[in-house]
């Protein structure tokens, strides 16, 4: 396994925090900066989505497009005809949620390097309630052919994800949290699409985390080893395409898996891992996400407690999921 | 392009109605009304407003061409063959398995088309992106965007919130032609759905509105010089059209909106159109 490096505070009570979208912003001034092919469209949420940073900097290259989601990507695919290379931003509620057949048609299917760039996705919106908390996101975007997905874990890797995909010429979907998100990688830890990162090397069970999740499960992980299971834990930023080898590789090794995402599982991440070990390498799996049901209002906290979302409550399940399920490929 | 007569466009335009009764009876389906209305718009679209090289499908020069009621692309495949983007002969695969010639069309199978279109209702949009991107960023002057969008789809808001935004950012390099026909596939626009009074509403969005008779070349051309005359503001051009104009028992009926003709059918249309419906006596030579 390559080594990637952990912030070593991840397991201090004081472990940095900061929104998601934070790197995101970060990332598209730096993209701005190295490229001014980069151009940013956003639908009336320029601060909240981070777009502002852009704009200051770049105020001819930055479009309002007002709050109208299917004018934000199909201007967006006529700008990437005319040579740019265009960020979109939203809430992920709205785009993808509204404007999903024109990201197929003009984005997709056209094969423009448009990217979207969902924000505020996840229960964790909070309070908003569940019009706000975009569950379906993931399931939406990885269904369309030419598309690349990706689910940054906290505000460093979203800063390299955006600088990547600024670069990759395809059409390509950010998914974004608005919470502070404790920060689990560092400035060297590598990122590239694609690719999914070892993060704990175990032997009883993978758990395999995308998004916010990871972070649940590096925490999971210490719980479950005072209990004497030694859990691998793999990051998977990229939902599509994704990492088979790296994946497949770790489930060798454990027979277990157990997959976790701020999202529903119907399609999600989990239903993607599904897809993959049914396919390549049947093992049981348990996955953790939301199961079927819209979110509703409340605080970040509470709610990720109440879906089964944190550490804590990650590692009963895949206690309880050990407790009664074989290990694969030992024999 | 340019350099045609009023009277060359014309023979254009009847040669790119022939086709498109060609084409489409050889698919065995497809598109009739609309594309046969749009005829003599694109006669003048690929003929003497665009400039565009046909031989050269992404010369950075360009004019951009966006079609946005994609289902109407026989016209646009017939007037690109016309024109030279590709042999007329290509025109007989529309809509076969492994054709370049998708049934809407796709930006990455045929050179010369600019975008992918279908879903109605985006193509504004993509064409003022286009625009905006010359006219605030790139500051390119010379160079003009026209998109086609068909009257029924202006039911979709999205066009409605493209029409906001290059009235907003006073896109004056965009003209848009809305090919004023009437019907839908449900019947006649303002039974389905009023878009009266149009002229006011494209107005009251800060663009300027031409209207013409979508079959007079002449006033199309004109109206498309006008169009890039105006320094200020969008241009859109309203142009009366007659579904399935050419073809006598097509014309006004919207049941031909989404139905070809069947060989019976296309021979008689094709005698109509290398006759000009009986004024000229020895037929021309068809496709």
Redesign the interface.
């Given at each position: 396994m390559s080594h990637y490096p952990l912030n070593p505070s991840v397991f201090d009570d004081e472990v940095k925090l900061e929104p998601i979208r934070a790197g995101f912003g970060r990332g598209l001034k730096a993209a701005g900066e190295s490229n001014e092919a980069v151009?940013a469209l956003c639908a009336d949420l320029t601060e909240s989505t981070q777009m502002h940073l852009f704009k200051e900097a770049f105020p001819?290259?930055f479009?309002e497009?007002?709050v109208?989601e299917?004018?934000l990507v199909?201007?967006?695919?006529?700008?990437?005809?005319?040579?740019?290379i265009?960020f979109t931003s939203s809430y992920a509620a709205f785009s993808p949620g509204r404007n999903w057949?024109?990201i197929k048609?003009?984005a997709a299917?056209?094969?423009q390097p448009v990217k979207i760039v969902g924000s505020h996705a996840g229960v964790s919106v909070g309070p908003d309630g569940a019009t706000h908390q975009m569950l379906e996101d993931i399931a939406l975007m990885r269904a369309i052919p030419n598309m690349v997905v990706i689910a940054p874990g906290d505000s460093v890797e979203a800063e390299k994800a955006t600088k990547a995909i600024a670069e990759n010429g395809k059409p390509s979907y950010v998914r974004l949290a608005r919470e502070k998100t404790p920060i689990f990688s560092t400035d060297e830890s590598p990122f590239e699409i694609g690719k999914a990162y070892v993060l704990r090397e175990g032997k009883d069970v993978t758990l395999l985390g995308t998004g916010t999740m990871t972070y649940q499960l590096l925490v999971a992980a210490q719980l479950l080893a005072e209990q004497g299971l030694e859990a691998e834990v793999v990051h998977v930023p990229t939902i599509k395409p994704l990492d088979e080898d790296t994946i497949l590789a770790s489930v060798k090794k454990t027979g277990r898996v157990v997959s976790a995402e701020e999202a529903q599982v119907i399609g999600g991440f989990g239903g993607a891992i599904a897809e993959l070990l049914s396919e390549k390498l049947p093992t049981p799996l348990r996955r953790v996400g939301i199961y079927d049901r819209f979110g509703e209002s409340g605080a970040p906290t509470e709610l990720l407690e109440y879906f089964g979302l944190t550490g804590s409550k990650i590692a009963e399940s895949v206690q309880a999921f050990i407790a009664t399920t074989a290990q694969y490929h030992q024999w | 392009m340019g350099g045609l007569t009023i009277q060359q466009l014309e023979q254009k335009a009847n040669d790119i109605r022939k086709s498109i009764i060609t084409m489409l009876e050889e698919a065995g389906s497809g598109h009739s009304a609309g594309p046969l209305g749009l005829a003599d718009i694109f006669a003048a679209l690929y003929f003497d407003i665009l400039n565009i090289r046909p031989d050269e499908p992404e010369w950075p020069e360009r004019d951009v061409f966006f079609l946005s009621n994609g289902h109407t692309v026989p016209v646009q495949y017939a007037a690109m063959a016309e024109a030279g983007f590709f042999d007329k002969d290509e025109l007989l695969t529309l809509r076969k398995f492994g054709s370049r010639l998708q049934g809407h069309p796709e930006r990455e199978k045929l050179p010369g088309i600019e975008s992918t279109s279908g879903p109605l209702g985006s193509g504004l949009s993509q064409a003022a992106g286009y625009a905006y991107a010359l006219q605030h960023i790139d500051n390119v002057k010379h160079r003009f965007v026209y998109v086609v969008m068909g009257d029924g789809e202006l039911n979709e808001g999205n066009i409605w919130e493209a029409a906001m935004f290059a009235g907003k950012y006073k896109l004056s390099q965009l003209i848009a032609f809305v090919d004023r026909n009437n019907i839908q596939i449900d019947g006649n626009t303002e039974d389905v759905m009023p878009l009266e009074d149009l002229r006011g509403k494209w107005e009251s969005f800060g663009w300027h509105v031409l209207e013409v008779d979508g079959h007079n070349i002449e006033s199309i051309v004109d109206a498309a010089s006008m169009g890039r005359a105006i320094s200020n503001r969008p241009t859109v051009i309203i142009a009366h059209t007659i579904p399935g104009k050419g073809v006598d028992f097509m014309e006004y009926d919207y049941k031909w909106h989404g139905t070809p003709p069947n060989s019976e059918q296309a021979k008689e249309a094709l005698q109509k159109l290398r006759t000009l419906d009986g004024k000229i006596v020895h037929e021309g030579a068809g496709i």
């Open positions: 151009v001819t290259r479009v497009i007002g109208a299917q004018n199909t201007v967006a695919s006529g700008m990437a005809r005319a040579g740019k265009p057949e024109q048609t003009t299917l056209n094969n | -």
